[in-house]
DNA sequence: CCAAAAGTGTTTTCGATACACCCATGG
DNA sequence: CCATGGGTGTATCGAAAACACTTTTGG
């Protein structure tokens, strides 16, 4: 039942390119900067990546490439960009689907075929890599300006808001002001009633999640 | 010279899907709404769409079936999501990259194959060509949201502060106040020294764009 | 009591908005 | 001189920042 088109010629009477996924993991160490997976190919470091097979959608192959390549399982990728270019790959006529997929830092710790890197101060990557590597971050950056943590980096099942305001600072790459950085976020999170306990200091008040 | 990968295999043993692209062509008729583009196929409306080729990138590609299905040139396509449903083409296995193209309204007028529509009360399209145009628009506003003319949509080669803020209030869909859009918009412009004649009141003073 | 960290009240600043007014032209 | 639209000064409002202060724990 192979359908025709308008020229009566079926779909794979044309040239199709080979499509790949190319994923930017993203994590950050407790207490440490943001920082990137990658995995080794051909000598030099590269983001994990992979062809996409038939009957696959774009996220079944990201999961699938780092189920693999970093035995990590439960991401949530978002698309970034498709890069083009008609010599970017010598093997080939290669479309390449650049992703984001943050991962929180407790996920990764069984598995070390690959250490994340701090994205500051990374060699050179093959490929549109580093590029990728920049949409990322920058796409990162914009999803935790205004919310508590869209992609679930902090432990579960509570958190302080000392611990939000780290994992923020270490995304933005900067230093944020404390009491402001509170007064935006307490309202989008929902107090368990606990407090942090075996601490110096005042003990903080534990929190959930709010929106999933 | 086909260069083989790691399982040696050839990147063309694999199966491929095609890819297409689809475009909004988004333009503004002076003292109208914002308009999109559509074209007629099988039936009922649709975004110009067209599969990609061998030896063309994306941009190619839709600047290939504007071209060819509505007669317009000189686009700037950007990209927006790519829609990789596994059953949302009955003709077989195919990826879709949405695409935005503003274009000035003035270089659609020799060529009649196609109408705009205001988007505002569009038809439901086949696909998911209603949700290209949605986030087409929500991109089209964000980039207008802090630059006066990103696109080239305004006449060339001068416009007023009044035109600019037609267009904007056209891309916005509300009105947007006076007096601070043209505090906002003003240093981002670089004035001409003539001014718009033939009209009622004081003339205005005519800019161009300050940035290409 | 002291150090350390949590949490809050208050002032300042800055940008956006609203509103009013003045300016320049055609009729 | 009046209607129309261009252009600008100024008060007001609200959010973000800065700063200082109080609170609560462990040692």
Redesign the interface.
């Known amino acids: 039942m ?2 025709r ?1 308008s020229q009566g010629r ?3 009477d ?6 790949a996924v190319d994923t930017a993991v993203l994590t950050v160490p407790p207490g440490g900067q943001l920082s990137v997976i990658a995995v080794t190919g051909d000598g030099d470091l590269r983001l994990p990546g992979t ?9 079944d192959a990201v999961a699938r490439s780092l189920a693999e390549k970093a035995g990590i399982t439960g991401i949530l990728p978002v ?1 970034l ?2 890069f ?3 010599d970017r790959d ?6 390449s ?1 650049a992703h984001l997929a943050p991962v929180r830092m407790s996920r990764l710790a069984a598995d070390a075929r690959t250490t994340p890197l701090p994205v500051a101060a990374l060699p050179p990557m093959p490929f549109d890599h580093n590029e990728i590597l920049e949409l990322a971050v920058a796409e990162l950056r914009a999803r935790y300006a205004e919310h508590p943590d869209p992609f679930g980096l902090l432990p579960e099942p509570t958190f302080t808001i000392r611990e939000l305001h780290e994992l923020h600072e270490a995304v933005a790459g900067h230093p944020l002001p404390r009491d402001t950085f509170r007064r935006l976020m307490e309202p989008q999170l929902e107090p368990t009633g606990s407090l942090a306990r075996g601490t110096v200091g005042k003990p903080a008040r534990e929190f959930r999640r709010l929106v999933a």
Request: aromatic residues 8%; hydrophobic residues 40%.
């Open positions: 192979t359908k088109d079926a779909l794979t044309y040239p199709r390119p080979s499509v062809f996409l097979h038939e009957g696959e959608t774009l996220a698309q960009h498709v083009d270019g008609l010598d093997r080939g006529w290669v479309l689907v």
